[in-house]
């Protein structure tokens, strides 16, 4: 079962807030996958990036760019 994403905003200390197509809304922090995927370093290194996170088409994620996505239950299970 996937849990699509409806919306999600940046917050600080590279915090998410989820909404979920069936109304749960979570945090993610994201900087927990920094030393994890080198990709995620980007987000700190470049100024502006974390704030233009967006949900994907049909609510299966979200990316920042082409090399860096979450899947929406990544976000579900592992949220707060």
Aim: net charge negative.
């Amino acid at each position: 079962m996937f849990h699509k994403v409806s919306s999600v905003v940046p917050m600080q200390n590279y915090y998410l807030l989820v909404h979920f197509q069936d109304g749960e809304e979570k945090k993610y922090n994201v900087s927990s996958l920094f030393d994890k995927w080198d990709s995620f370093k980007t987000l700190a290194d470049v100024k502006g990036l974390f704030e233009q996170v967006r949900v994907d088409a049909g609510g299966y994620g979200i990316s920042w760019n082409d090399d860096i996505d979450l899947s929406c239950n990544e976000l579900y299970y592992n949220g707060i």
